[in-house]
């Protein structure tokens, strides 16, 4: 997407366009190569942006780089100790306050008072697309899908790639990137979970510490999902078993940016 509108502009940005990239700190060392990459070969800026905690809620970001960046979950850590319990799929604030409310706050703070977002989502994503046209972003946000209206399929992103000098880094399954957004996304299926903790142990470090802060009064509550182990216990699971979930079993479809 941010290909086309560079074409668009004759291999520039527009004058009035931001490209925005808003990191958890939980992303896998490849995305925030990538994010650079296209930087660097497109010759285009990418503002770097992060939650930070702070009492004024205008406050509550601030821009880094590529090698400035989050890398240790920071700012993940600081607005779940900031909110006093762990998202869940329920309640998925993390991709509200790290990166939709984050990017905002910087946008007003540079003066912008409305914007259109541009969003990739792909013509074949059919219900994240019926979802941005069915929902009420008020009076400074409307929402885009470019590739969505353009009929871009995953096909063809994924022929675009292959021509390109540069690619993510990291494997692809039929036009999915299982190891793509947080490393160990709560959103991400069960099976898919515990093979990422085997294939990389220390993926869940963070994310079981996270679960023994035990912040939520109910202890339920302490979990990212009540439905399944803690991610201590997959962890410890993967060292002598590899058949805890059906590996059948769908992840629940997330874009950070909805």
Known sequence: MLHKVLQAGGGQLPNEAIVCFANTGKEDEATLRFVQDCSEHWNVPITWLEYIDSEETKDRWRQVNFETASRNGEPFEALIRKRNYLPNPVSRFCTVELKVRTIHRFL????????DSMLGIRADEQRRLAKIGNQD???HEEKL?????????KETVGD???N???????PNIN????HGNCDLCFLKGASQT??????????AVWWAKMEALALANKPDGAR???DRPSYQAMSQFTKDQSDMFDPNEETIACFCGD
């Open 145 to 153: 899908a470019p590739l969505g209206s353009m009929g871009v399929t």
């Open 137 to 139: 972003y008020g009076k």
């Open 164 to 170: 390109q000098p540069f690619d993510l880094g990291l």
């Open 108 to 115: 007003k703070h540079s003066g912008w008072t409305e914007w």
């Open 175 to 178: 036009g999915v990137t299982y």
């Open 224 to 226: 990212f999902r009540k």
């Open 194 to 203: 515990l093979s990422l903790i085997a294939e990389k142990p220390e993926r």
């Open 160 to 162: 675009f790639w292959r």
